[in-house]
């Protein structure tokens, strides 16, 4: 399918509008094996050609790296985009491979400079808690947050998988305009509680993972078959028997997709957009992807409209799905609820 210009979504109650998809950008320097950064910068070129607007990273990914490989795109559209960044998973010195959840008010002020630093601007527009560290109230956490509004270092406030009531308590402090949590065909628990939450206080879901890390578009069917220092190694949903079971629950996927001429990752997108509707809020995903082509090929996704039948038989794949998302979901709003 070709592709088409994007709707736009509001962040927020207050915060600006966006392209109703976003990029993910963690893995053009982090995670997912072997980078190519002329190929992501096209992509982000790329992206913002098709209204791409969202752009999402974090001080964790690759330890500062993404950030700064980031900045020089940013800085040069900064009035066409909105830059997203996260705080909370601080790195040991003595132990890089690490990461240590930090929600406290000296760490916050810390990071913030840090990442202003990193990407050469003067504000953030979209500044999570990428994880929650539940020995911080959530409420002290976010007037810190508010803090950085006022002195004009942050424009909007966002929250990444918290429980329904943790965004709650947070926006009784300082209005949230995104909550961050994955979201897909596979990946469904925040449907129960967090997303009713969202919709009742006027906060944008903004998925991420909609394509399974890449395993929704038959990219790959085992983890096993990837580069060592991928880290969707380590998700138990991507190995071993779990693997064989959730890559069979595809074949409805294919089958959509044939229907519309479209290709699997396509479908699992349309999928997540049909979420606005059917819950009625706004949701804005945030699929990486690290070539032209790609990202071409999911924003093309948002013109694909599936029919009630459609619907029907995409419904029951997250419950068969085999394995949890990560090894240790207590960092996950799932794990809280």
């Known amino acids: 399918m070709s592709a088409t210009p994007l709707p736009t979504a509001p962040l927020g109650t207050h915060g600006p509008e966006v392209g109703v998809q976003g990029l ?28 791409v607007t969202l752009y999402d990273t974090a001080d964790a990914y690759g330890a500062g790296d993404n950030e700064r490989f980031l900045s020089p795109f940013f800085r040069a559209h900064r009035d066409e985009v909105v830059v997203a960044t996260k705080f909370a998973l601080s790195i040991p010195p003595d132990d890089p491979t690490r990461r240590v959840i930090r929600n406290d008010a000296p760490y916050i002020r810390q990071a913030v400079e840090a990442s202003l630093t990193r990407l ?32 004009g270092k942050v424009k909007h406030l966002g929250l990444s998988e918290v429980t329904a009531s943790e965004l709650r308590a947070a926006h009784a402090v300082h209005p949230i305009a995104a909550v961050q949590s994955e979201w897909s065909l596979f990946s469904r628990d925040i449907e129960a509680r967090v997303v009713p939450a969202a919709r009742e206080l006027g906060v944008t879901l903004v998925p991420y993972s909609p ?17 060592a220092d991928d880290f969707r190694r380590q998700q138990p949903r991507f190995t ?39 819950h009625g809020l706004p949701v804005v995903p945030i699929p990486g992807t690290r070539t032209p082509a790609r990202v071409t090929e ?40």
């Open 298 to 337: 999911n924003t093309a996704a948002v013109a694909i409209e599936l029919t009630a039948d459609e619907l029907a038989a995409l419904e029951p794949i997250a419950g068969r799905v085999a394995g949890d998302r990560y090894a240790d979901m207590t960092f996950t709003s799932a794990g809280r609820e």
């Open 211 to 227: 394509l399974g890390r890449g395993f929704l578009t038959g990219a790959f069917a085992s983890a096993e078959t990837l580069t």
């Open 120 to 151: 050469g601007i003067e504000a953030i527009d979209l500044y999570y808690m990428h994880r929650r560290a539940p020995e911080v109230p959530i409420e002290e956490t976010v007037a810190v947050m508010a803090d950085l509004v006022r002195e």
């Open 240 to 278: 071993g028997e779990n693997a064989a079971v959730n890559a069979a629950l595809l074949e409805p996927v294919r089958a959509v997709a044939k229907a519309h001429d479209a290709t699997p990752g396509q479908i699992a997108l349309a999928w997540v957009h049909a979420r606005a509707r059917v």
């Open 24 to 51: 993910g950008c963690m893995g053009m320097s982090f995670a997912y094996g072997p980078v190519d950064a002329d190929a992501s910068r096209a992509t982000l070129e790329r992206a913002l050609d098709l209204g």
